[in-house]
């Protein structure tokens, strides 16, 4: 059968236009030539199997977006240092309308000003096609999308990033489309516009990952969207599964970035450490991870802390180092790192001596690896069918007020007032101030394409449907008295080892107003089960001390907006419920409670 596909003046092989002849899908071609038309590439080269992977390593190398280093499979690459995170204002949901939280821009004039920046940004250069399927194949869960790009360095890091896919694209399937081009790295026009109506992004002027592999935060706008009305959850969740008494219990668990999320995967056998697909089945909650790899912070992580991270990134193995010190015998070094700190290197800066008095790497510098290198991958990460989820953790960067680990009454008190109430410190994985306090429901708010109150209404009947429903935990790993923190790195092993055994029904919990929390008893037995350290009483307190105050003020904080922005019903009663909880205990108690008291 003859194609109608239209080459344009285009260099294409034999083999290319094969290939999607075979595809037989109309969608696929008249995406590829609208993007050809726009972009005005030289050649066109179709990622669909294993070998056009060696094909963009090679690339990434040749265009000097990648340099290999002196192990095996690893190579680094310097994203312009004007563009080291995820651009928040440059970052616009297409809609005509003005949502709060949301950056929007007016579909036209947004779909006008992306199609000029890329009018023929990639002249002279190979456009590349990769497809993917996010999610296992043969799942329901499974979504396809195909990402364009001038760039071997992000095409390379989707091949790790997702599983190739390109026989699913057969007949009249829909997929998400993501076109990219490093245009002329101009940061001022630096643009990333999501058109929800078309399931497309672009993105242009750009190389950090955040900003343009689509497949990632990208398509988490996309998904969320579909999501809610689909009436599923899209979320920015690890998956992990722990090991209890009787037998392994899989949690999903949100952080800001830079919060924790992936330590806490570490923990436990990893499925996920960023992004979760959540479905009900047949009453149950179970969950895939959309990616198959791992684009993580890499500063701070050392051999002792981070033994598993820190294996996968000494053995030879594909890794694409960013942003990190490249030293003068082609190994790397980045800030954190118990390796000796070198004297000189080349950083995404340029050249970089110790006597600058500046970071050998940028805070938000990255790793990017298959999720096959862990030694702790689950068995079940590409089960089509997903792993049940018996428990939530939603978990901030919180210095004052939050305890370290309390479970909610019940799904819906979990989802408003812990997941729904975040407020967490800004990291280095946003362009911009750090160390302020931002309003961050379900770590997604960057992320998010349509109204919260909508997207709360979905989380909320997403509670109802389930027949088992997971028990939902808030984490905060950051306390602080003074300049001190109250706890250390390895604590979080035994707030997780207490949600397992929640979970299990094999511990008891304490009222309070705002949750149940642990008694002194069982932290201590799990201190010494887990950590083999003993657990004081003082250290208790202190940990566990409630500040009525704060709390009351925090949930007045989280009211006012959820009542500015006309959120569902459900989600202001829960929270007014808590501050009458907290009031009445302010008022018996004072406006400190001490974990001793409790009954
Ligand atoms: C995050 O910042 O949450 C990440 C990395 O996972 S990014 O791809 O930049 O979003
Ligand atoms: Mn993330």
């Given at each position: ?8 003046n ?15 899908n ?88 992306i ?27 499974q ?10 360095y ?42 929800l ?28 969207n ?5 009436g ?150 590409d ?16 210095y ?65 449907k ?82 009525l ?51």
């Open positions: 059968m003859k194609s109608s596909f239209n080459f344009l285009l260099l294409v092989s034999d083999k290319m236009i094969k290939k999607i002849e075979m595809l037989n109309p969608n696929v071609e008249g995406f590829i030539e609208k993007i050809v038309e726009l972009c005005n590439p030289y050649s066109i080269y179709l990622v669909t199997e294993e070998e056009d992977k060696d094909y963009i390593r090679r690339k990434a190398i040749e265009t000097k977006e990648e340099i290999p280093l002196k192990t095996l499979g690893h190579t680094i690459h310097f994203d312009h240092p004007l563009d080291q995170a995820r651009a928040r204002e440059d970052t616009f949901i297409l809609a005509d309308e003005k949502i709060p939280f949301v950056n929007t821009k007016k579909r036209e004039e947004g779909l006008r000003e199609f000029s920046l890329l009018k023929d940004s990639m002249k002279g250069k190979e456009m590349y096609v990769g497809f993917y399927s996010l999610g296992p194949k043969n799942s329901i869960f979504h396809l999308a195909i990402q364009i790009s001038d760039s071997p992000v095409i390379h890091s989707e091949n790790i990033l997702y599983r190739l896919d390109f026989d699913d694209f057969k007949g009249n399937k829909q997929f998400l489309k993501f076109v990219h081009s490093k245009g002329e790295l101009d940061i001022r026009k630096r643009r990333i516009m999501i058109d109506k078309e399931d497309t992004v672009y993105s242009v002027n750009t190389t950090y990952a955040g900003n343009s592999v689509g497949l990632k935060k990208l398509a988490l706008r996309l998904t969320i579909k999501a809610v009305k689909e599923w959850l899209s979320e920015h969740m690890a998956i992990i599964g722990f090991e209890g008494d009787k037998g392994t219990h899989y949690f999903t668990a949100s952080f800001p970035s830079g919060s924790g999320k992936t330590s806490t995967s570490m923990i436990g056998n990893l499925i996920s450490d960023d992004l979760a697909f959540i479905r009900e089945i047949n009453g149950v909650a179970r969950a895939v991870n959309p990616e198959v790899g791992v684009f993580g912070i890499i500063q701070g992580i050392n051999s002792k802390d981070d033994p598993i991270i820190w294996e996968v990134l000494h053995k030879p193995n594909e890794v694409i180092f960013s942003n990190v010190l490249m030293t003068e015998d082609g190994s790397v070094y980045w800030e954190g790192s118990d390796e000796k700190r070198p004297e000189k290197g080349i950083n995404y800066e340029g050249p970089w001596s110790s006597d600058m008095g500046k970071p050998a790497s940028h805070p938000n510098a990255r790793f990017t690896v298959p999720l096959t290198a862990f030694r702790n991958l689950d068995e079940n990460y089960n089509p069918d997903g792993v049940e989820i018996e428990g939530i953790i939603f978990g901030v960067r919180d004052e007020i939050l305890i370290p680990v309390v479970e909610a009454f019940s799904c819906s008190h979990g989802v408003v007032t812990i997941g729904a109430s975040m407020e967490s410190v800004r990291t280095s994985a946003v362009i911009g101030k750090g160390d302020e306090y931002e309003f961050n429901p379900m770590a997604i708010l960057d992320f998010m394409p349509i109204r919260l109150g909508e997207y709360l209404r979905n989380y909320l009947g997403f509670c109802k389930l027949k088992k429903v997971p028990k939902i935990f808030g984490f905060n790993y950051f306390l602080k008295e003074g300049n001190r923190f109250l706890n250390s790195k390895e604590d979080k092993k035994v707030w997780i080892k207490w949600a397992v055994k929640r979970v299990e029904g094999r511990v008891d919990a304490i009222y309070t107003p705002i949750g149940l929390v642990p008694s002194y008893e069982d932290l201590k037995l799990l201190f010494i089960e887990v950590l083999n350290k003993e657990y004081k009483m003082e250290d208790y307190e202190k940990q566990f001390t409630l500040k105050d704060k709390y009351l003020e925090k949930t007045e904080r989280i009211l006012k907006i959820y009542k500015e922005i006309q959120a569902p019903n459900e989600v202001i009663t829960e929270l007014e419920e808590q501050k009458e909880r907290i009031i009445s205990y302010i008022s018996k108690f004072g406006r400190k409670l001490s974990p001793l008291t409790f009954d």
